[in-house]
C-alpha cells in the first residue's frame, strides 16, 4: 500500500483531536481498505478496543492506565469523536478489520519514574497526559518523558513546536489559525485522499532532520516498539494490508529502516508494573489546554461543531450561540444570526482565509449579539467553544469493585455524574436525600471530592444541605486509589476513617473527623474514632486546641440527632472537652499578645456556640453547663490582665445571654475606656464587644454610644492613628444601614438625642423603650416556619404529606 512518500504501510500521520485529520483518516481508510488498522497507543487496551462499538459509549472518553499496586501512578489516552484514533476505531469494528494499538505498552510508561525538573525537584510519577507527542503540538515548556533505559537525545536536540516552526515558514504568526485554514477548512475527500499525508510526512521529515528528536527522549524507545508491531503487522496482514494512525511527528520515524535487532535493544531493561487499564467518562473541559491537560486544544466544542455539522457550520455555529444567549435571556433574533453569518465571511475575506475560523465568528458574535460586551462572550466560549459535554462509557468497561458499587448507588440514588456544575438542594427527612447525603459525605472521606458542601439560600436547620456537584475525570482515578479501603463505597469510607483516626497530627482533627462519620452514616467507624478522640483529649492539655475541637463535636451531636445515630458516647467527651475548657481557659488568657489575644477571643466564641447547643441537651452527665460557662465569662471580663478583645467580647456575651443588666454592662465599658486605660487597650476591649453585628447595640442604647463617642474624642492625637486601623476594622464591618443609623446619631449630639427622646416618648427613631407585642406575635408564624418551629401535629401532618415513615 502505498501513499506517495514510499512503500510499505499506509502512515497516516494525523494532529491529535484534530477534526480535519479524522475526517482524513477515514477518507484515507474508505480508498484503502486495509486489512488491519494499527493506532498509537497502549497495546493492553486491545481488549477493550470492541467496546466502542457499544451502543452506550458515547464520547469522549478516555483509556486509564493504572498501576495494579499504586493505582495514583496513572495515565490517560482521552478520545473526543473527532480524534483521528477514535475516528480509526470506529472505521476498523464498522467494516470488521482488525484494530490494534502499537505503542510503548503502559507497564512500562506507568514505571518511568521523572527525572528532577530544572529547579532540581522531582517530578510527579503519575502521568495524567496522553503522551509526549501530543504535549510537544502545544509546545508545553515542561518535559513530561524520561526514564531509566531510555536512549537520550542528543545535546543538539530542542524542544520544538512542530506547528509553530511549520507555521512560521509558511509566514503565519499563529499556529492554530494557520492548521485550522489548510486542514481543518479543507473538505474531506477533495483530490487525492492521501495528498495530506504525503505532505504533512514530508514537512516532519524535514523537522527532524534539522532538528533531531525534538528534544524528547522517550521518542527513541516509543517509535522502536511501534516499528516491531508494524512489522508483525505485516507479517500477519501483508506488505500493503497495514495502515497506521499516530502523531505525524512519528511517521519518518516509523518509515525509517531499521533492523528489528537494533530496535529490541532499545527496549531492553525497562522498567515494568503491573497495570490495569479500562474505559473512563472525559470531558471537553478537560480537553482544553487550560485544564493543564498536554494535548490540549483551546476551542474542543468549536472542533466538536466543525467535525459533527453536515454543511454549513459557520450558520449552524451561529443558531446556536443565538439558542444559548436566548437561554440567558438575552434579545438575540434570526436577524441578528444571519448579520452575524455575513460579518464572519466579510472578516474572512478580508483576513485572507478560505472560510470564516473561530476568531471571525467570535468577532462576529461579539459585534452583533453581544453589544460589544465581553460578559456574555464568555458564556459563548465556557458553554459552546469550549463546553461540557461528558461521556459516557457501558457498565460492561472493567472497573474496579469499589467502582461498581459507586455506580449502582448512583443509579439507586438517582444521582448522575454531570460534568456541568449544578447545585443540589437535600432536605434530609426524605429518604433518597438522606441517601444522596451519606454517598457525597462518604465520597468525601475517601477524597473523591464529586461534591462540596454550598451555603444554602434555604433554610440552615440541620434537616438540610446544600452540594455543589461536578464531575471529573480524575475522579474515576480516586475511586481506584480509594479501592484499597474497600470493595463498596460504605466498607472503603470505614477504612479511610479509622485510618485517619489512627495517623490525626491533632485533636481538632479527630473531632472533626467524628463529625464527618456520624455526616457519612458511619457506626462501624465511630468506635474507633471514639476510642481515639478519648485518648487524645485526656492528654491534650492545649486550651485552645480543645476550644478547637469542641465545636465539631457539638455539631456532630446534632448531625446524629437528625440521623438517628446513637451519639451517648460523644455526648460524653464533649461534656468532658467543656469541663476542662471552663477550668483552663482563664489561666490561657493571660500574656497574650496581639495575635494570640484576637485567636483566643476566636475560641472563646466558638465554645460559647458550642455550650449554648451543648445545655440544651438534659443528658444527665451535661449539668448546669451553661451556668458554668457564664462563670467563666464573668472571670475573663472583670480581669485586667486578660487581653481587651477578650474582656469586651466576655462582656458581649454575658448581655446578649440576659446575664448582664445593660447598666452593669455599661459601667464595665466606662472603666475599659477610662483615661487611665492605653488606647490600644481601649480600642482591643471595643472590638470585642462591638464587633461581630454588635452595632445594633450602639444604635439602641445611647450610653453605650455615648461612652464609645466620648472615649474616642478625648483620644490624644499622638495615639489616634495607633487604634485608627483596629477601630475601622471594627466598624467596616457593620451592615450600611447600621453605619448610617450610627452616623446620625453621632451627628445630632447627646442634646438633640435627649431632647428628641423627651419630645416622643422613645429612643432613636424607629425604636421603643419596649417591644410591641403585636406586631411581634404578627411575624411569630412566619418565623416559625422559617425555623422549622411547626407543632408535633403539624410537622405530623407534613410528614404524611410527603411519604415520610410509611
Partial sequence: MTTGAGPGPLLLGVRHHGPGSARAVRAALEAARPGAVLIEGPPEADA????????????????????????????????????????????????????????????????????????????EVTEREEGGDREREQGHAKEREEGEGA?????????????????????????????????????????????????????????????GGGGHDRDPVREAYMRLQVRAAQREFGDDGVAVVCGAWHVPALRRRTTAAADRALLKGL????????????THRRLSRVSGYGAGIDSPGWYGHLFGAPDRPVERWMTKVAGLLRE??????????????????????????????????TDAVRAVMCEGSDVP????????????????????????????????????????PEALERELELDLRKETDAGRSRLLHRLRLLRVDWGEPAASRGSTGTFRETWRLRWEPELSVRVAEAGVWGTTVPAAATGKAEADAVGARSLADVTALAEHCLLADLPDALPTVMRILADRAALDTDVGHLAQALPALVRSLRYGDVRGTDTGALAEVAAGLAERIFVGLPPACVGLDTDAAEE?????????????LLAEDPAPHHGDLRGRWQGVLRVLSARDTVPGVVRGRAVRLLLDDGELAQGEAARLMGLALSPGTPPADAAAWIEGFVGGGGGMLLVHDERLLGLVDGWLTGVPASAFTDVLPLLRRTFSAYEPGVRRALGELVRRGPGERRSAEGATGSGPPGFAPEPDTARADAVEPVVRLLLGLDTADERAEDDDLMGVGT
Fill in 271 to 282: 522498567p515494568k508494573v503491573k497495570a490495569d487499564l479500562t474505559w473512563v467518562p472525559w
Fill in 600 to 612: 483566643m477571643r476566636c475560641h472563646v466564641d466558638a465554645v460559647h456556640g458550642a455550650v449554648v
Fill in 377 to 416: 462572550l464568555a458564556l459563548v466560549h465556557d458553554r459552546l467553544v469550549v463546553g461540557d459535554v461528558l461521556g459516557e462509557v457501558p457498565r460492561t468497561a472493567p472497573a474496579v469493585p469499589l467502582q461498581r458499587d459507586l455506580d449502582r448507588s448512583q443509579r439507586r440514588l438517582r444521582l448522575k
Fill in 48 to 123: 477493550l478496543i470492541p467496546l466502542a462499538a457499544d451502543e452506550d459509549m458515547r464520547p469522549p472518553v478516555a483509556l486509564l492506565a493504572h498501576a495494579v499496586d499504586e493505582p495514583g501512578r496513572s495515565a490517560f489516552w482521552p478520545l473526543a469523536e473527532f480524534s483521528p484514533e477514535w475516528v480509526a476505531i470506529r472505521w476498523a469494528l464498522e467494516h470488521g478489520v482488525t484494530a490494534r494499538f502499537i505503542d510503548l505498552p503502559a507497564t512500562h510508561s506507568l514505571a518511568w519514574v521523572r527525572e528532577p525538573d530544572d529547579d532540581g525537584e522531582q517530578g
Fill in 151 to 211: 536512549q537520550r537525545a542528543s545535546a543538539s536536540d530542542v524542544r520544538i513546536d512542530p506547528l509553530g516552526v511549520l507555521a512560521s515558514v509558511a509566514g503565519h504568526d499563529d499556529p492554530e489559525r494557520w492548521w485550522e485554514d489548510v486542514v481543518e477548512h479543507r473538505g474531506a475527500g477533495e483530490g487525492d485522499v492521501f495528498a495530506p499525508f504525503v505532505a504533512l510526512e514530508e514537512a516532519m521529515g524535514a523537522l527532524r532532520e534539522t532538528y
Fill in 328 to 361: 440567558e435571556d438575552r434579545l438575540v433574533s434570526s436577524a441578528h444570526v444571519i448579520e452575524a453569518v455575513r460579518l464572519a465571511g466579510t472578516l474572512a475575506a478580508m483576513r485572507g482565509r478560505p472560510l470564516p475560523g473561530l476568531s471571525e465568528t
